[in-house]
């Protein structure tokens, strides 16, 4: 597995992380603890070296998988988590936002414990808090790495005003948005801040939800706990319409003799050598499919030629609920 730096920090990590979330929480019910141990390590096994949870996840039971399937690798792998959210530590949500500066202590002290571990080596802002100055929220976070608590700072969904003031105070690692072929909207004011700063970018969603992938029809039908079952992009008749990028897609990769999910993480790698797309899945044979991506080479032409064609496909239904959407930084 090739190896990636995180913008101009000394975060390497391989250029293929893996989003754990789906192992717990997100899309339909969890899945066992050992299976999901196994698909864990079976990704250390082939190089994966970057592993992406949430105290959210679960909550709380994503971070305790993520922490005993990676205890025995530890030192050779990077671990990132979040804080932001507003879950007391018996795991009732009050769907709020939290950042405030003796929270993110708390979750801090309890995501280590949790992950097993002594450092945290990414702690993102899981989602920006109008209610905190993000000066505060950096600030807290640089008291944590000058303890030797956490390691580097992270923010997620956060826009290009915000990243600015808190890269004043602490400097910003890594963003961890969403960005692929069917949600391009960080190319317009996101991509060139991250570059002027020297901050890496984590994709995440970087398969459309698995929608790229080439799985999903306007026939599938959801679990009433997966995320996709309330989602509007997700409505029926958005699947439908959205199956032209889809197709397209495939017929890109019947032409390279590779996969649609390699097409759609490829593209995204040789967007920039400091973006990291974090995939997720709980089957082998999908791991070894997107890590299989990393060696597929798109040349300028091939990503002309796929640019060219999602621009004559428009992307029907918005990506959250207008309750989600408000907790997207602007």
């Known amino acids: 597995m090739q190896k990636r730096k995180l913008g101009r920090s000394n975060l390497e990590v391989s250029a293929i992380g893996f989003g754990c979330m789906g192992l717990s929480f997100g899309y339909g019910p969890a899945v066992d603890q050992q299976h999901g141990i196994s698909v864990i390590r079976a990704a250390v096994d082939r190089g994966v070296t970057f592993f992406d949870t949430a105290e959210v996840y679960g909550p709380f ?117 969403e960005y692929s072929l ?43 706990n997966d995320f996709r079952h309330n989602s509007p992009r997700f409505a029926q008749e958005n699947r439908r319409a959205n199956q032209a990028l889809v197709d397209m897609v495939r017929k890109y990769a019947q032409q390279k003799k590779t996969t649609p999910a390699q097409v759609a993480l490829a593209w995204l790698l040789a967007q920039k050598p400091w973006i990291v797309p974090i995939p997720g899945t709980t089957k082998l044979h999908r791991l070894e499919e997107n890590l299989g991506a990393a060696r597929v080479e798109l040349s300028p032409g091939d990503l002309h030629q796929l640019d060219a064609a999602a621009a004559q496909i428009t992307v029907h239904g918005a990506r959250y609920s207008e309750a989600m959407q408000k907790l997207v930084d602007r």
């Open 182 to 224: 069917w949600w391009r909207e960080p190319e317009a004011e996101i991509l060139p801040v991250l570059e002027e700063l020297g901050i890496g970018f984590v994709p995440f969603s970087p398969l459309g939800r698995g929608f790229l992938a080439g799985s999903i029809s306007a026939e599938t039908v959801f679990d009433k």
């Open 61 to 177: 039971t994503n971070e305790e998988l993520v922490g005993q399937a990676l205890a025995p690798v530890r030192s050779q792998v990077v671990i990132a988590t979040k804080f932001g959210w507003d879950i007391s530590p018996t795991g009732e949500r009050s769907g709020g936002l939290n950042s405030k500066p003796e929270h993110i202590r708390l979750v801090a002290e309890a995501s280590l414990k949790r992950l097993k571990t002594d450092v945290i080596d990414l702690f993102y802002q899981h989602r920006v808090d109008p209610q905190v100055s993000i000066e505060d929220v950096a600030g807290a976070v640089k008291d944590l790495i000058r303890e030797g608590k956490v390691k580097h700072f992270g923010l997620s969904e956060a826009g290009a005003k915000t990243i600015r003031r808190a890269h004043a105070v602490q400097p910003v690692t890594a963003l961890q948005s």
